[in-house]
């Protein structure tokens, strides 16, 4: 080991988040990754992976047994399970991104933790080109379409704050912005009636893991006179590529501008 230039830089990493397992494999690290949440899929070889449990369910003892020098956690949903591996004298980074520029500051914090600044640095200037080429492009759009953004469906919880922020970087206007600085989703959940109200040209849904039900959404009582319901524009998009705050927000960036496009253009 002595000699090396990664001497001194974590080499066993467990990630308990998915965003954290792209990231590992983005900056160069992927083979550094012994263990991953069973929500991991991106890249394709992590799957192969030890799998140390669920988003908020993991096993300690499985953990221990891959004997990590560094584990990589997110937020407080993930709490309980970092400070039991603290007790156990592993060391644990825990981010809590909220904000596009969080989800950067956090790519080049766990760049440095692993010893590859440059990477970091690297990938970080590539997201924010593309994310300017989006918000350019969108800039000199004539109309902002009213968009509402659905996390959850029972209750009704309006995006975090990256997302509302993508939102309007695609060029929509999150009709419930004002919701988007709440950290916790309890403090986002939203009144189906006030979603009436503030009548949505375009729908996008993502609901945390599971299939979005387009139908049941144009369905919903008193729903039949929002505008996205009445043109049809209710979109649903993966959630690996929204909720996950890492490099994959780039394709949920993708993909609410071209609906936002298309429901302009229709």
């Keep these: 080991m002595y000699g ?3 001497v ?3 080499q066993r990493i467990v990630c308990l988040s998915s965003e954290h397992v792209e990231i590992c ?5 992927g083979d550094r990754v012994v ?8 890249p394709p070889e992590a799957r192969e992976k030890p799998k140390v449990g669920g988003f908020t369910s993991f ?6 047994e891959l004997a990590p020098d560094l584990v990589l956690a997110f937020s407080d949903l993930q709490a309980n399970i970092s400070a039991e591996l603290i007790r156990a004298g592993l060391p644990v980074f825990c981010s809590n991104p909220r904000s596009v520029d969080d989800i950067l500051g956090n790519i080049l914090m766990v760049g440095g933790l692993l010893g590859l600044d440059k990477p970091a640095r690297d990938l970080v200037q590539d997201m924010r080109d593309e994310i300017r080429q989006v918000r350019e492009f969108s800039s000199v759009w004539p109309d902002r379409p009213r968009v509402y953004f659905e996390e959850w469906p029972d209750p009704l919880i309006s995006g975090i704050r990256w997302v509302s922020e993508i939102v309007e970087l695609a060029g929509g206007r999150d009709v419930f912005s004002d919701l988007r600085d709440k950290p916790l989703a309890t403090e986002r959940v939203v009144d189906p009636g006030e979603v009436v109200r ?6 996008v849904a993502s609901w945390c893991g599971k299939p979005v039900d387009l139908q049941a959404i144009a369905q919903r009582p008193g729903w039949a006179e929002v505008s996205a319901v009445k043109r049809g524009s209710i979109h649903e998009v993966d959630g690996a590529d929204i909720l996950s ?5 780039l394709a949920g960036l993708r993909q609410i501008h071209e609906i936002i496009q298309q429901g302009m253009e229709a």
């Design 4 to 6: 090396r230039e990664d």
């Design 8 to 10: 001194g830089f974590p």
């Design 25 to 29: 494999y983005a900056l160069g690290a």
């Design 35 to 42: 263990g991953v949440p069973g929500t991991a899929q991106r």
């Design 59 to 64: 096993r300690s003892d499985k953990i221990l």
């Design 198 to 203: 503030r009548d949505p040209q375009i729908i």
């Design 245 to 249: 705050p890492g490099p994959s927000v």
